[in-house]
Every structure is written in C-alpha cells, then in structure tokens.
T-cell receptor, first 112, second 110 residues
Framework: EAQVTQNPRYLITVTGKKLTVTCSQN?????MSWYRQDPGLGLRQIYYSMNVEVTDKGDVPEGYKVSRKEKRNFPLILESPSPNQTSLYFCASRGGIFHEQFFGPGTRLTVL | QKEVEQDPGPLSVPEGAIVSLNCTYS??????FMWYRQYSRKGPELLMYTYSSGNKEDGRFTAQVDKSSKYISLFIRDSQPSDSATYLCAMSVYGQNFVFGPGTRLSVLP
C-alpha cells in the first residue's frame, strides 16, 4: 500500500531534550516536506526537500533541522525543543513539482 | 494581513445543502491552487487542484478561481454527512513552497 508513515504518533517530552520524528514514504517520491498545524494558523511548511541531499527552508524553520540521506526518509530533528514547538506535525511527499501531495497520519508533540 | 485567509467556521448545514467555502489571498504570484479535506485525527488529502482562473468540476465538487479578485471557492453540491471535515485551501507559486489557509470546519447534519 502506497503510504507515508511517521513515528512516533504521539510524543510528550521536556524542554531541551533532543528528539527526532521519522518520516518514510514507499512511493519513490522525490519531494518531501514537513508541516506543523496549529489552531487558527493552519498548516505551515517547516522544511522541504526536492531530492536526496537537497533541502530548503519553508516558512517556519527556526528550531528545526532535517536531513535527506535516502530518498524514502526525511527525519525532522528538534535539537532543543521548547514549549512553542508543541504542535501537530505532518510529513508529506509527492512525485513531482505539480503532483499530488500525500500526507502522513501526523505526530502530536507536546513539549513541557 | 495573512497571506491566505479563510472563513474559520464552523459551518453547519443540513444534508443535501449546497456548501460554499472561500479563501482570499494577497500574493498575486500564486498560480497553483488546491483544496484539501482533513478528517479528524487524519492527514489532509487532496480534493482538487487547478492552475488557472475559472471553474473545475469533479463530481459534486466545483473549484472556482478568480485571480483578478484573488479569491478561490469550493462548492459542494448535495452535501452528505461524510463530507463533514475541515477544508483547507492551499496555494503555491512554483509548486515548492505551499501556503495553506487555516481551514474551515464543516458539519453536514443528517
């Protein structure tokens, strides 16, 4: 089944404790993105990647890192999480620049 | 002013009603327009997309874009309880950086 998977689905952590949210897609898509979704603000793009080793900042990249060492994986790294990074995070992938974007199921992160 | 504005709702309609969902935007460079549907506790899924001004129809759904007014709409005909979800508009200039509206929550009552 074609899908985007994220892990973990739920995470509660404390300020400053480094964490990684994994994202994997099995559709051989070139493009992958990370978004955060907050009430009243909608989805905001954090980072995106156009191919292996090619990444660029979205609208809200501060406090986040990404890497794209393999085509299928695009982990999101929070080196020192803070409470304002409490949010619902989505990973997405698509096969081309104007192709349909497929979203993962989301990761709900709480930073205390 | 936010780059993309959307009526927040929530919007409640009876089954069978015609629903109109709207977004306005400020960046005249947007050329790629999308509507996503998001069910509770799920990721968004693409409903419709269009590149140009005018109407695009797909079953009970019609997407309308008016670039001169910087306004897009999604119409749902014969709405069903299964249409109850949050609807997000999204736009892009070159198909890389996507800007989403905050979403409108729709409830279709049986």
């Amino acid at each position: 089944e074609a899908q985007v998977t994220q892990n973990p689905r739920y995470l509660i952590t404390v300020t400053g404790k480094k964490l990684t949210v994994t994202c994997s897609q099995n559709m051989n898509h070139e493009y992958m993105s990370w978004y955060r979704q907050d009430p009243g603000l909608g989805l905001r793009q954090i980072y995106y990647s156009m191919n292996v080793e090619v990444t660029d900042k979205g609208d809200v990249p501060e406090g986040y890192k990404v890497s794209r060492k393999e085509k299928r994986n695009f982990p999101l790294i929070l080196e020192s999480p803070s409470p304002n990074q409490t949010s619902l995070y989505f990973c997405a992938s698509r096969g081309g620049i104007f192709h349909e974007q497929f979203f993962g199921p989301g990761t709900r992160l709480t930073v205390l | 002013q936010k780059e993309v504005e959307q009526d927040p709702g929530p919007l409640s309609v009876p089954e069978g009603a015609i629903v109109s969902l709207n977004c306005t935007y400020s960046n005249s460079a947007f050329q790629y327009f999308m509507w996503y549907r998001q069910y509770s506790r799920k990721g968004p899924e693409l409903l419709m997309y269009t590149y140009s001004s005018g109407n695009k129809e797909d079953g009970r759904f019609t997407a309308q874009v008016d670039k001169s007014s910087k306004y897009i709409s999604l119409f749902i005909r014969d709405s069903q309880p299964s249409d109850s979800a949050t609807y997000l508009c999204a736009m892009s200039v070159y198909g890389q950086n996507f800007v989403f509206g905050p979403g409108t929550r729709l409830s279709v009552l049986p």
